[in-house]
């Protein structure tokens, strides 16, 4: 592919560029970003909850007590301390020596398609899936599949008859994004026996595990087979996005490549950030912090339920109620598109995110997330009011 | 590839995994990291030039005046005032549009890589040329062709020989990462003519350039033909490498498909760290601070200088004197290698860099890099001492 357009240069593109195309809901997004409409359709967690204060003191610790080191060149696999606290805060027994960090755990997923996958590599993800993780792998010129997913997690069926000769599954066991389901006890069990009996290599991304209203999720897929499985974390959700930091647990055997790819990528997450993070969760931060974002998350899917429930009514939306996390997945009457729907509902004062973007294959057009977590009670009320007008006025523009 | 040692697992490597190995710097630099060895092998900025007082203003301004944005998710292309401060800085005229924010100018690497490289595309590189640039490159799986370079740049001729169907040329025309080396007005001028002539795109990277001693080098390759140029600067000898903060400055055609390539890499850059540093350069704060790096840089040059004249007579080390950066190229005597030295350099309490594995392809064992900005004049002059006697004893232990 040449760039034909610029004089007395000869930019070729490699071939895995065609691949790279402008995130669609980054443009979408673009559209619903007009004053005075009320959006569900961002993944931000909600700003109020990052600790500003706390942030301050730790800025001006680090900088008095350990300044030149943290504005240093540092190691790739990430600073020690915080290799530590992360292996410790995991619910099984972690090495430090397996926890890489990472520069958002967005970039974990780049740096495992360039060890794991080859142009032409079976992947095998959930039907819906993060689109993030879609646009990480895709470089790489994967062969893509999905397999169906129901209200308990994949379908074990279906996974079986795709999951011969994968590289890996991709899963999000809990509070998915986009779905916000969470895979049940009995579920993981499966997978993680059959993926053992198949060989089937698993990454598990966890970004919004720790996000959980009544009772945390099931135990994760990498405790019960941890050479079977690379686990991605993340401080985006429980403390803030803008630091980009985020790990990685690794198999031994994988670790080093995971670690060259790291060093070639950014040579290291930065220091500075990593000694932030690390002070600012030392003394048990996390146990008096995490708590207050899952109540503040867990009032607003309250008000979106409630509201869902006073304004859907006859209207033939069906939607589920999430255990955790920051998003709702909803199912638009039958024949009616969200791609569609969405101008329709901007000009009444709401944006969501349509549903299809987020599936490898077969998308289901009438699908669409709702984010709870950036909106007030009142923006939730008014904004859930406004999407069921747009979908009362698109049923009766185009009857089906 | 497969790594068999794990039990109920197949993890199955891609063929690029290949190419990753351990930094074999890195490996050397473990070996050299003793209590008591002054080094001259490390490629770390001097930690005293950090400028901790201004980080903690901006750090306590940035949280008390835009504490949840700043910890928040932010724009791929990166922050919008740094992008402006970035175009701004540079000699020639640039559209912030055209400069994206990067995970330090390692990450540009990465990008360009992924953007630009199939299995076996050509790409041409300086001999020697910087490790971390072949490690960027090595999983996009290019032919890498080395071309020679002199004390007045790159040999066009020799250029001329390979440039053929290259997708990108790429060079550090300023006090080059290891040599030290500046490239000529006469050979810029060529460069860039012979580069139109071919349609060969270039790929500028300027990390040393701000760290004259003098008088400013020649200006950039880009700054005479932007269109055909990609160039990637960034803060870490001005300001600070632990930020992890680069930017690349890209043809308006290129740019879509490398901010794609970011945003599936890290969604973004820490927005924290980039209002730092746009707070911190406010007011002019390089024009007072680089002259200051400066300063130093060039006194421990020519204590370097000095040290060599005075301890290498009758050794037989060659070496060239830098007119900025950090680094000095040096040449032992023929038949000495550079590799055996090291452990007998290190037993005498002084590290180096062996030049060899700074060349893609024809290394000169008898080459080594020598930093002059991380160890104290007192410093210099022992290790100086230190390797004049490790070369008078190696020449003794085998005459050549």
Redesign the interface.
Same mark, same amino acid.
């Given at each position: 592919m040449k760039?034909n357009? *610029?004089? =007395?240069?000869?930019?070729? +593109? !490699?071939?895995?560029?065609d691949r &790279?195309? %402008?995130?669609f809901i980054?443009e979408l997004l673009k559209l619903t970003e007009q004053p005075g409409v009320i959006s569900f359709a961002g993944?931000?967690?909600a700003?109020?909850t990052?600790p500003?204060p706390a #942030?301050?003191e730790a800025? !001006?610790k680090v +900088?008095?007590d350990d300044? %030149?080191?943290?504005?240093?060149?540092?190691a790739s696999e990430g600073y020690g301390p915080l290799r530590e606290t992360v292996a410790a805060m995991l619910p099984w027994p972690v090495d430090p020596a397996q926890v890489l960090i990472?520069?958002?755990s967005?970039?974990g997923l /780049?740096l495992i398609a360039?060890?794991? *996958? /080859?142009a032409g590599?079976r992947i095998v993800v959930e039907r819906p899936t993060y689109l993030?993780a879609l646009?990480?792998f895709?470089? &790489?010129e994967p062969e893509v599949v999905s397999v169906a997913s129901d209200a308990q997690g994949v379908d074990m069926d279906d996974l079986a008859a795709h999951a011969s000769g994968a590289?890996l599954f991709y899963v999000l066991p809990n509070f998915q994004n986009p779905t916000g389901r969470t895979m049940t006890e009995a579920r993981r069990a499966a997978l993680s026996q059959r993926a053992?009996e198949w =060989?089937?290599?698993i990454v598990e991304d966890n970004p919004y595990g720790e996000l959980w209203f009544d009772a945390p999720p099931p135990a994760s897929l990498t405790s019960r =087979?941890p050479?079977?499985c690379i686990y991605l974390g993340t401080f985006?959700k429980i403390l803030?996005?803008?630091?980009?930091l985020g790990f990685m647990v690794a %198999?031994r055997?994988?670790y080093?490549?995971l670690l060259? !790819?790291k060093?070639?990528?950014?040579? =290291?997450?930065?220091? #500075?950030?990593q000694r932030i993070a690390t002070e600012v969760m030392k003394d048990g931060f996390l146990e008096r912090h995490v708590p207050a974002i899952r109540a503040l998350y867990k009032s607003q899917r309250d008000a979106m339920l409630a509201a869902l429930t006073r304004e859907m009514q006859g209207l033939g939306l069906q939607w589920n109620a999430p255990d955790g996390g920051m998003f709702l997945w909803a199912q638009l009457p039958p024949g009616m598109d969200a791609i569609e729907l969405l101008p329709k509902a901007v000009a009444k004062g709401v944006a969501f995110v349509p549903g299809a973007p987020f599936y490898a294959q077969q998308p289901d057009p009438g699908s669409l997330r709702l984010s709870f977590v950036t909106a007030t009670v009142a923006q939730i009320d008014a904004g859930i009011a406004a999407l069921a007008a747009s979908i009362r006025e698109h049923r009766q523009a185009s009857p089906c």
């Open positions: 760039l357009d *610029i004089p =007395h240069a000869n930019w070729q +593109l !490699a071939r895995r560029a &790279m195309n %402008p995130s980054r993944g931000l967690p700003a109020s990052f500003v #942030f301050q800025c !001006a +900088l008095r300044g %030149p080191a943290a504005l240093q060149y540092a990472t520069t958002g967005q970039q /780049d360039k060890v794991l *996958i /080859d590599s993030g646009q990480a895709a470089p &790489m590289r053992t =060989h089937l290599p =087979h050479e079977g985006s803030s996005p803008g630091l980009r %198999p055997a994988l080093p490549k060259q !790819a060093q070639a990528a950014d040579l =290291h997450s930065p220091g #500075f950030n």
